[in-house]
């Protein structure tokens, strides 16, 4: 940017932050916490882009000021704009990669998330051999595991992983062409490219991509464009270039997508990602509070609090975390402890969710009747007694809560779908031939208030 431009910008920046001062309702100790170190950046298509410092500025200004910012700025500039509160180095990092970004930008517009990378993610149990699937399609890309198939429930990393290949090989390899695309994107990409009549085009783009990078493929529900997608995939794959893909549940489980495209999605390698143990999430936060430079003390026993209560799900848990910064700011205590996170989340109900919570009474109540704990049932014990009531509990997961496989196992011990799925198959079977298991199943589902 030249330095006339810059100068300009921030001329309007310094007369908007006049006209926000005047207004009554800015307090004039806050304005100047919240708005040091804030720039205009840069005004783009009417989209005035404004940077600030911290997280905690761009917290505070996006949540509060910002259509008084919208206001004054459109007033300054004599027209309409939007504007965006961004972090100076989330500007600052595109503007660096800039030559990394125009070449693999010239596929379509980069979507890849510069602070989701493999250093800002945490390696524990639930997650180790998808990362380490991950790192490997960075270092050998289309020879093993290809297609990279990553499932898990929501909120637990696979986004972030698909990020962190992308950022791996925009700074390793920056020659190398990266294409990131959520489904839902790709099907309207498509779509469009049908209506405007430059689907080959829109093909040869995307093939030209050394790695292609897609994530929620649940979601390629469309037919035109699974069709599509066929051709590309294996045109890719023939070219040795690089697939990762992210799904909620297992590729044998996907629903509404074609049988030859779950048979290609099979036969690379699938990996999961479960939901933190407690280690793991709490070391997730200790990441999440050293990425937000900030000077707020947090006692140790909160982020136990915190990891016990909201590990299931890490996004809940970032939400948490964020939900706690935030009030602090308003409340101001001298430090985060554990009465004042208590306090905040007293409103909150657990963040278990529905299926949890049942999976749990299912798992108590195949419990109680063979007379065993959680922790036999979801054991990898081979022991007669407690493999038979696993299936059933698995058994009575599948059929009342309708879970997909993947997902059970991820209840029973990280067990992987293939596993869970014979589980099933056998009580079935066991139920079929013999009494004891339909008796048994009877008063598990009369326990349970099932009918
Ligand atoms: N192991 C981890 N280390 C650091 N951050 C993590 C980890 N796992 C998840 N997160 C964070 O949790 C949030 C949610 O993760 P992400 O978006 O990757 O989930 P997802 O599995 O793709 O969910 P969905 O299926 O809903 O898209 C992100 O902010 C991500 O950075």
Same mark, same amino acid.
């Given at each position: 940017m030249?330095?006339?431009?810059?100068?300009?910008?921030?001329?309007i920046?310094?007369?908007?932050?006049?006209?926000?001062k005047?207004n +009554?309702?800015?307090?004039?100790?806050n304005?100047?916490?919240?708005?040091?170190?804030?720039?205009?950046? $840069? &005004?783009?298509?009417?989209?005035?882009?404004?940077?600030?410092?911290?997280?905690?500025?761009?917290q505070?200004?996006?949540?509060?000021?910002?259509?008084?910012?919208?206001e004054?700025?459109?007033?300054?500039?004599?027209?309409?704009?939007?504007?965006q509160?961004?972090?100076?180095?989330?500007? $600052?990092?595109?503007?660096?990669?800039?030559?990394?970004?125009?070449?693999?930008?010239?596929l379509?517009?980069?979507?890849?998330?510069?602070?989701?990378?493999? $250093?800002?993610f945490?390696?524990?149990?639930n997650?180790r051999?998808?990362h380490?699937?991950?790192?490997?399609a960075?270092?050998?890309?289309?020879?093993?595991n290809?297609?990279?198939?990553?499932?898990?429930?929501?909120?637990?990393?696979?986004?972030?992983?698909l990020? #962190? &290949?992308?950022?791996? &090989?925009?700074?390793?390899?920056?020659?190398?062409?990266?294409?990131?695309?959520?489904?839902?994107d =790709?099907?309207?990409?498509?779509i469009?490219?049908?209506?405007?009549?430059?689907?080959?085009?829109?093909?040869?783009k @995307?093939?030209?991509?050394?790695?292609l990078?897609?994530?929620?493929?649940?979601?390629?529900?469309?037919?035109?464009?699974?069709?599509?997608?066929?051709?590309?995939?294996?045109?890719?794959?023939?070219?040795?270039?690089?697939?990762?893909?992210?799904?909620?549940? *297992?590729?044998?489980?996907?629903?509404?997508?074609?049988?030859?495209?779950?048979?290609?999605f099979s036969?690379?390698? +699938?990996?999961?990602?479960?939901?933190?143990e407690?280690e793991?999430?709490k070391?997730i936060?200790?990441?999440?509070?050293?990425?937000?430079?900030?000077? @707020?003390?947090?006692?140790?026993?909160?982020?136990?609090?915190?990891?016990?209560?909201? #590990?299931?799900?890490?996004?809940?848990?970032?939400?948490?975390?964020?939900?706690? =910064?935030?009030?602090?700011?308003l409340?101001?205590?001298?430090?985060?402890?554990?009465?004042? #996170?208590?306090e905040?989340?007293k409103?909150?109900?657990?963040?278990v969710?529905?299926?949890?919570?049942?999976?749990?009474? @299912?798992?108590?109540a195949?419990?109680? =009747?063979?007379?065993l704990?959680?922790?036999?049932?979801?054991?990898?014990?081979?022991?007669?007694?407690i493999?038979?009531?696993?299936?059933? #509990?698995?058994?009575?997961?599948?059929?009342?809560? $309708?879970?997909? =496989?993947?997902?059970?196992?991820?209840?029973?011990g990280?067990?992987? *779908?293939?596993?869970?799925?014979?589980?099933?198959?056998?009580?079935?079977?066991?139920?079929?031939?013999?009494?004891?298991?339909?008796?048994?199943?009877?008063?598990?589902?009369?326990?349970?208030? &099932?009918?």
């Amino acid at each position: 940017m030249s330095s006339f431009i810059t100068m300009q910008l921030q001329q309007i920046w310094d007369k908007t932050l006049d006209l926000i001062k005047e207004n +009554s309702k800015v307090d004039t100790a806050n304005f100047s916490v919240w708005f040091d170190g804030s720039q205009l950046f $840069d &005004i783009r298509d009417d989209l005035a882009i404004i940077t600030v410092p911290y997280k905690v500025n761009k917290q505070i200004i996006s949540d509060l000021y910002k259509d008084l910012i919208k206001e004054k700025l459109s007033i300054v500039l004599e027209h309409e704009v939007e504007c965006q509160i961004l972090l100076k180095k989330e500007v $600052d990092s595109e503007y660096i990669n800039k030559d990394a970004l125009r070449r693999s930008n010239i596929l379509f517009e980069d979507k890849i998330n510069p602070e989701y990378t493999f $250093d800002s993610f945490v390696v524990g149990k639930n997650n180790r051999e998808a990362h380490a699937a991950a790192l490997s399609a960075c270092y050998y890309p289309g020879k093993f595991n290809n297609p990279l198939f990553i499932f898990g429930n929501s909120g637990l990393g696979k986004t972030h992983l698909l990020h #962190a &290949i992308g950022n791996y &090989i925009k700074e390793n390899r920056p020659e190398d062409k990266v294409l990131y695309i959520y489904s839902e994107d =790709f099907v309207t990409l498509l779509i469009e490219a049908m209506k405007n009549k430059n689907v080959e085009e829109v093909k040869e783009k @995307i093939c030209s991509a050394d790695y292609l990078l897609i994530d929620d493929i649940q979601r390629l529900k469309q037919s035109t464009s699974q069709e599509l997608f066929f051709n590309m995939y294996n045109k890719l794959i023939r070219d040795n270039k690089q697939i990762v893909i992210t799904s909620d549940i *297992h590729p044998t489980e996907l629903k509404g997508i074609e049988n030859r495209l779950i048979s290609r999605f099979s036969s690379g390698l +699938s990996v999961s990602v479960g939901s933190p143990e407690f280690e793991t999430a709490k070391a997730i936060l200790q990441k999440k509070i050293e990425g937000r430079n900030e000077e @707020i003390l947090i006692e140790d026993e909160v982020l136990d609090y915190l990891a016990t209560r909201f #590990a299931s799900d890490v996004r809940k848990l970032e939400g948490a975390l964020n939900e706690l =910064f935030f009030k602090s700011i308003l409340y101001n205590p001298d430090t985060i402890d554990l009465k004042f #996170a208590k306090e905040i989340f007293k409103e909150n109900p657990m963040t278990v969710t529905n299926d949890e919570l049942s999976v749990n009474k @299912i798992k108590k109540a195949v419990c109680d =009747f063979y007379g065993l704990t959680k922790t036999q049932i979801e054991s990898k014990s081979r022991t007669k007694n407690i493999a038979n009531a696993r299936h059933i #509990a698995v058994y009575l997961c599948r059929k009342h809560l $309708d879970m997909p =496989f993947a997902k059970i196992g991820l209840e029973f011990g990280n067990r992987d *779908h293939s596993t869970i799925m014979s589980s099933y198959e056998k009580m079935v079977k066991l139920l079929k031939d013999k009494e004891q298991f339909q008796q048994a199943l009877q008063q598990i589902e009369k326990q349970l208030g &099932i009918q």
